[in-house]
């Protein structure tokens, strides 16, 4: 069966941005190590996991345009997966003592779960503040691609300030990364493989709402909220909050802030010599704020 459900999962692998962040921050500091490799696959295995798991949470059918573990093999088996690929990323680090990469990317781990269970406490009340907001981003988004970065640095024996600034660097991705993100879910058209306006579904605030309520009258808000409390199944009402978003300049705060993040991220690397694999570097960064999936 693990053959079966891994096999799946390979055939329909995403875009493997985490990866690329490791090999192209150790290339720009350095010499690629066997070291590298190890973080690159540890890093991509946990991520896998978690998109299992978080899937299971959530109760999403879809996954990059495809039924997810869950809907095709439930949700204890799609659960015990995650677990297996959880333990095989721990192992892999272990069994070729990789304890400081280990140590980086379990931090990132409790730091994800910290923010997705902060999500949901959140979500339940409907009081989300911007700055509540960035703290739930930063832990269950940004703190995986900042362990990216920060392992890429990590495996060509980086100077721990090197690695600390190579955290800061992907951290700041991180947070672009997920307000594009929060903002894809506003888009008409579904093409990241779940319908537009997921996250009211699921009565999770994100940023251009935060902002479009922050902007805003408190009788149309409790209205809004009333209908994302109420309503978040009813496809009618859901295109109506994404229309009190738009309306209220939500878009393009957020878009805003997003380039906020996306250029104090580019700025870390500013002064480092131009070079093929900087470029890269900055390529795949702007990447995280135009895709269209």
């Known amino acids: 069966m693990l053959n079966i459900v891994t096999n799946y999962i390979i055939r329909r692998k995403g875009k493997q941005i985490r990866p690329m962040f490791v090999f192209l ?3 720009l500091l350095g010499n690629v190590t066997p070291a590298t490799y190890i973080a690159a696959a540890l890093i991509e295995i946990l991520h896998t996991a978690t998109l299992i798991h978080d899937d299971v949470v959530d109760d999403t059918h879809e996954r990059r345009g495809f039924l997810s573990i869950n809907a095709i093999w439930k949700s204890k088996i799609a659960v015990l997966v995650g677990d297996y690929l959880l333990s095989r990323g721990l192992l892999l680090a272990v069994n070729n003592k990789q304890y400081e990469l280990l140590d980086i990317v379990s931090g990132a781990v409790k730091e994800m779960s910290e923010g997705e269970l902060l999500q949901i406490q959140k979500s339940r009340k409907l009081n989300l503040t911007e700055e509540q907001y960035y703290e739930i981003i930063r832990k269950k988004t940004a703190a995986l691609i900042a362990s990216c970065t920060a392992c890429g640095a990590k495996s060509v024996s980086a100077s721990e300030e090197t690695v600390n600034r190579m955290w800061k660097f992907g951290e700041n ?5 997920q307000i594009k993100d929060d903002l894809l879910d506003y888009h ?4 990241i493989g779940k319908p537009t306006g997921n996250d009211i579904k699921e009565k999770k605030l994100t940023l251009p709402l935060i902002y479009g309520l922050s902007n805003n009258n408190k009788a149309d808000n409790n209205r809004i909220l009333r ?7 009813n496809s009618k009402k859901i295109r109506e909050v994404i229309e009190f978003v738009k309306r209220n300049g939500g878009i393009e705060y957020s878009q805003n802030k997003m380039s906020e993040y996306r250029n104090k991220a580019l700025e870390i690397i500013a002064d480092y010599p131009d070079s093929e694999i900087k470029k890269s570097l900055i390529d795949l960064v702007n990447f995280t704020t135009t895709r269209t999936a």
Do not use: Q
């Open 188 to 191: 008409d058209r579904n093409i």
């Open 25 to 27: 921050t150790a290339k």
């Open 173 to 177: 991705i991180g947070m672009a990364f």
């Open 227 to 233: 209908l994302i409390s109420n309503n978040h199944k």
